[in-house]
């Protein structure tokens, strides 16, 4: 039972290089999410989806693009990356009810020098 | 503006007493509440949740409290013990609008 997984779990960047972060889930969850979360700081939500082919902005979408071609994958996308984009992203998901619980991968460090 | 907030940071408690962790919230459509659990290097995992139309939620050692009226929240465990130390985070949601608002979160150490 893998729910969500996050690749690659570790990457380094030089500042302006592009990368694209892959989150798949396997419980048919229709919302998914985009989370960062840096030291001290809550998870802020950079954009997220509400079904298959939308995508929606959250608080921190500046700088990034997303994806959402099939149900089952996310995919958070940094064409240009800045070091303040160094951040430790996690992916989520959960079913099609607002108050439901969401499930989290294990996380996607990513370094921009 | 921060809606959801949690003023601790930090928590320290003696393994087998109570643990009380407070989070505070401004928007007052969010109508329902979770607690997650994270431990160092992993993702957060689901705890607990309370609906705006309760005021208290318990699942074995864990309890939520809610007071609509101060826009405050808790989350009470008891007895604390030393597996429970890690970073708790409060949620907040707004029915359909499809997403939730974290608080910084705070760190809970328990000593054997």
């Known amino acids: 039972n893998a729910g969500v997984t996050q690749t690659p779990k570790f990457r380094v960047l030089k500042t302006g290089q592009s990368m694209t972060l892959l989150c798949a889930q396997d419980?048919?969850?229709?919302?998914m999410y985009w989370y960062r979360q840096d030291p001290g700081m809550g998870l802020r939500l950079i954009h997220y989806?509400?079904?298959?082919?939308?995508?929606a902005k959250g608080e921190v979408p500046d700088g990034y693009n997303v994806s959402r071609l099939k149900k089952q994958n996310f995919l958070l996308g940094l064409e240009s990356a800045a070091p303040s984009q160094t951040s430790v992203y996690f992916c989520?998901?959960?079913?099609?009810?607002?108050?439901?619980?969401?499930?989290f991968g294990e996380g996607s460090r990513l370094t921009v020098l | 503006d921060q809606q959801v907030k949690q003023n601790s940071p930090s928590l320290s408690v003696q393994e087998g007493r109570i643990s009380i962790l407070n989070c505070d919230y401004t928007n007052s459509m969010f109508d329902y509440f979770l607690w997650y659990k994270k431990y160092p290097a992993e993702g957060p995992t689901f705890l607990i949740s309370i609906s705006s139309i309760k005021d208290k939620n318990e699942d074995g050692r864990f309890t939520v409290f809610l007071n609509k009226s101060a826009k405050h929240l808790s989350l009470h465990i008891v007895p604390s013990q030393p597996g429970d130390s890690a970073v708790y985070f409060c949620a907040a949601s707004e029915a359909n609008a499809g997403k939730s608002t974290f608080g910084d979160g705070t760190t809970l150490t328990v000593k054997p």
């Open positions: 989806s509400v079904g298959e082919g939308t995508t």
């Open positions: 989520a998901s959960r079913t099609g009810w607002d108050t439901g619980e969401l499930f």
């Open positions: 419980m048919n969850h229709e919302y």
